[in-house]
């Protein structure tokens, strides 16, 4: 896994000093190498300058080093991602005449490109976002994977200079990127608890959607899709009998998994008990012996919250060499700043917190974990899908009837337990206003409605985005889904839309940000394009969902485990707000300290906070949401351009020795720097906040910044 920027810019040269700088503010992204290609402009052609930080996963040696080149220096790519399918790619090239010279799945792409143009995104079956500079063309390619695993930002700058990376923290570190907060993308995030792409916090940037491309040429810039998720509507395969689909999901599941521990360094598995990670393990087991196998998992004080049991439970029954953490909400104080400083663009899943111990903790043993995301989202997993039925039933309420019973469910205790059942009532009637399929779920899961969202912009915005209609966001889902069943399009809004947002997202920044890669067998596109085209009584039926899984596990983990209720990966905020966290919430949503930042109304968030905190109502979500844009503005928005792009420099990897090396081509230049760390990254610290911080050793792997 790696971190990748660039500058394509039709006027100006691109400074070294200025690219070394975008591409070290990824350093956490890949604390092995840092490799930089500069391309001064020719006759009618742009300066280009590409950086990428590298993790070494697969082929260890220089061989694998980005930028990569063709030995003509035609195209010169940086890549962050894994391919899955590259040995395949790799066979059918070499037939063709290509000749290879490292063992990297980063080389199948090259010449894969030499070979097919931009055809060769559409062959790539892995997790990837990727920049490639073709000389021939003087085109820039962007491409990034079909779920959207892999990250992908972009702006155009009011110079028309294009600049790219895999977080805006890289974009910041241009002089002619300004830090100014998109008014509409916040009412966006408000209301999804993430931006949703092509949406940046930004104002002037913008994300690549999953299963897009880019092309930049000329000036100008051309996004199109590539690939589209299929489902059963589409395709005819309801018949499939439940025996035939069960082999054929079998041996899908088993080559995904098979796939994904290709791996020149260690690997583990990321634990909870729930079925989609303990399905991972039992397919893990078929090709490396158990006791060789490392589990993960993170456990709460905190009983509701805590599945360390059910995890321990079967690492016990597979065998495997488990290891587990506890978080208690003391530690969740030393966390806070690690998590807010990963959050360049704010994302209000509290669940991060966890992710984030959880994969600091895996990476002292291991570089590379596999887990079960994407499970829920292919066999719908989510209790949101349970309750869609009886919502629909209830669709015949009149807007009145509907307002009492909201009124009535907010007498209901809440409590502080994990789901508790006057939460879920609420949670449940706050949804019935709205009947499409997409704009039902978002409401669900979010932590306000369009009314809640707006009431939490400061006035001044709240004027800007009177226009603006955050629901908007789900148009694309709605013309992909025209012809699909209703249960089709829910899990279309959850593969496309949730978790890419904010499931995919969440984990890519709690990993990367201690140079760990998480690897998702559910997520195989072939596997993925199967399951989707089964038929609904496969994945759910009457009140049992993942009935395939289901099937396949009954004889691979324990019965009590299989049969357990879901339970969310989530956090006993509601609690720790009102207690151990109490002083954080109302030092950084005090109103004066609200209002001076401009972004939200101090009015309601005083409300908000008041009531959370006397009891009267559970405002966990909401007040999760506030401290996360409250965060991100302090950090992002209100310090100079040196804190805004150093502030993922140090930890406690130590580096000790970098070396630089410069491979000239005519006019162009790539230069390289190999970092060795004395020990694995385990942490990130930034002291540019008064927020809590704990301390780390400071740690620079820095790209040459001079030529």
């Known amino acids: 896994m790696c971190g990748i920027a660039g500058i394509v810019s039709p006027g100006a040269p691109v400074a070294s000093a200025t690219l070394a700088a975008m591409t070290e503010s990824l350093a956490h992204r890949g604390p092995d190498a840092c490799g930089l290609f500069i391309r001064p402009s020719g006759a009618g052609s742009p300066h280009v300058g590409l950086g990428h930080r590298r993790l070494s996963i697969l082929d260890l040696s220089d061989a694998g080093a980005q930028p990569m080149q063709s030995e003509d220096g035609a195209f010169t790519l940086v890549f962050n991602g894994e391919i899955y399918n590259y040995p395949d790619l790799r066979r059918d090239l070499e037939a063709a005449g290509h000749i290879f010279r490292s063992t990297s799945d980063t080389e199948a792409i090259l010449r894969g490109y030499m070979a097919w143009g931009e055809g060769v995104v559409a062959r790539l079956k892995g997790m990837f976002a990727f920049a490639l500079w073709d000389e021939r063309k003087r085109s820039l390619l962007l491409a990034r994977d079909r779920f959207g695993k892999k990250p992908l930002h972009y702006a155009v700058t009011r110079q028309g200079t294009l600049l790219f990376a895999s977080e805006p923290k890289a974009l910041l570190a241009h002089p002619e990127f300004r830090p100014e907060p998109d008014a509409a993308s916040l009412l966006h995030f408000l209301r999804y608890d993430y931006v949703p792409a ?6 002037g940037a913008a994300k690549l959607p999953p299963s897009h491309l880019m092309v930049w040429r000329d000036g100008r810039l051309e996004v199109r899709r590539y690939a589209s998720l299929a489902f059963s ?52 087991t078929r090709h490396i012996p158990a006791h060789d196998i490392r589990t993960f998992a993170i456990g709460f004080d905190e009983a509701s919250y805590d599945e360390s049991a059910h995890a321990e439970a079967m690492a016990r029954h597979a065998g495997s060499h488990h290891t587990m953490m506890r978080l208690p909400a003391a530690r969740m104080l030393d966390l806070l700043d690690m998590v807010w400083t990963t959050q360049d663009e704010p994302m209000a899943d509290a669940s991060i917190i966890p992710t984030l111990l959880l994969c600091r903790f895996a990476r002292e043993h291991i570089t590379v974990a596999l887990g079960g995301d994407g499970g829920d989202e292919l066999f719908a997993g989510y209790d949101p899908v349970l309750a869609d039925l009886p919502a629909r039933c209830l669709d015949w309420l009149p807007p009145a009837a509907l307002r009492l019973l909201q009124g009535i469910a907010l007498r209901l205790p809440t409590g502080d337990a994990n ?23 978002q409401t669900w899961l979010g932590a306000f409605d369009d009314e809640g969202a707006r009431a ?7 004027a800007a985005t009177r226009d603006v209609s955050p629901l908007d966001a789900l148009d694309m889902l709605r013309e992909e889904c025209r012809d699909a069943s209703r249960f089709d399009a829910m899990l279309h809004f959850y593969q496309r839309f949730y978790m890419c947002g904010s499931i995919l997202t969440k984990v890519d920044s709690a990993s990367m940000a201690v140079s ?6 559910f997520l195989d596109q072939d596997l993925a394009d199967y399951v989707n085209r089964l038929p609904r009584e496969h994945k759910l039926r009457g009140l049992t969902r993942k009935v395939l899984l289901r099937r396949l596990m009954r004889s691979r983990m324990p019965d009590a485990l299989l049969k357990r209720p879901k339970k969310g990966f989530g ?21 004066g300290r609200v209002a001076q930042g401009g972004l939200l109304d101090p009015v309601t968030v005083e409300r908000m906070v008041r009531d959370h905190l006397s009891g009267r109502r559970d405002h966990r979500k909401e007040i999760w949401s506030a401290l996360c844009v409250e965060a991100w503005r302090e950090r992002y928005l209100h310090h100079s351009r040196a ?11 130590e580096s000790g020795t970098t070396s630089f090396g410069t491979t000239p081509r005519g006019d162009e230049h790539i230069i390289t720097a190999q970092a060795v760390p004395t020990r694995s990254s385990a942490a990130i610290n930034d002291s540019t906040n008064d927020s809590p911080s704990w301390a780390a050793s400071p740690s620079r792997h820095r790209c040459n910044d001079s030529i």
């Not at 092509?198 to 104002?203: D, F, G, M, Q, T």
């Open 198 to 203: 092509p949406r940046s916090i930004y104002a």
């Open 233 to 284: 509507g589409a395709t005819g395969d309801r018949g499939v009998p439940l025996r035939e689909a069960e082999a054929a999901v079998d041996a899908l599941l088993d080559a995904a998994v098979q796939r994904r521990l290709a791996s020149d360094v260690p690997l583990g598995v990321f634990l909870s008990g729930g079925l989609d990670s303990s399905t991972v393990l039992a397919y893990m």
């Open 419 to 441: 789901m508790s059942l006057g939460f879920k009532v609420q949670r449940f009637l706050s949804g019935l206003g709205a009947r499409e399929v997409a704009a039902r779920h």
């Open 456 to 462: 939490m912009l400061h006035p001044d915005l709240r």
């Open 516 to 521: 760990l890669e998480v690897r998702s067998p």
């Open 571 to 591: 956090l006993p905020l509601a609690r720790w707000f009102r207690h151990e966290l109490r002083p954080l919430v109302t030092a950084m949503l005090d109103p």
């Open 643 to 653: 804190t805004a792009s150093d502030t993922m420099e140090s930890g406690t990897m």
